[in-house]
Nanobody, 115 residues
Framework: QVQLVESGGGLVQAGGSLRLSCVASGSIFKISTMAWYRQATGNERELVARIRNDGITNYAGSVKGRFSISRVNTKNTVYLQMNSLKPEDTAVYYC?????????WGQGTQVTVSS
């Protein structure tokens, strides 16, 4: 089992920045990929950014160039640096981890961007 705890959400004005953190615990040695997803009210959950064990990343087109995902394995932590935030980035952001044994989710952290 893997437990994920997110932090760093909040209220920010458009154009501002936030950094989300996700700390993993449990069977972390089995984790291959970590990612951030988001779900806005009335919308389906969507991938924001993903990072593999080898450091390869990919981003949703809507955040490319503004968001950056990084991973510090020694701290069992993945970050999402969000710059130039827009009102349409408002959503609950979820940390995700995948291993050979399954897929795991954090409880989510709210990000609200005011115009």
């Amino acid at each position: 089992q893997v437990q994920l705890v997110e932090s760093g959400g909040g209220l920010v004005q458009a154009g501002g920045s936030l950094r989300l953190s996700c700390v993993a615990s449990g069977s972390i040695f089995k984790i291959s990929t970590m990612a951030w997803y988001r779900q806005a009210t009335g919308n389906e959950r969507e991938l924001v950014a993903r990072i593999r064990n080898d450091g390869i990343t990919n981003y949703a087109g809507s955040v490319k160039g503004r968001f950056s995902i990084s991973r510090v394995n020694t701290k069992n932590t993945v970050y999402l640096q969000m710059n130039s935030l827009k009102p349409e980035d408002t959503a609950v952001y979820y940390c995700n981890a995948r291993s050979a044994f399954g897929e795991y989710w954090g409880q989510g952290t709210q990000v609200t961007v005011s115009s």
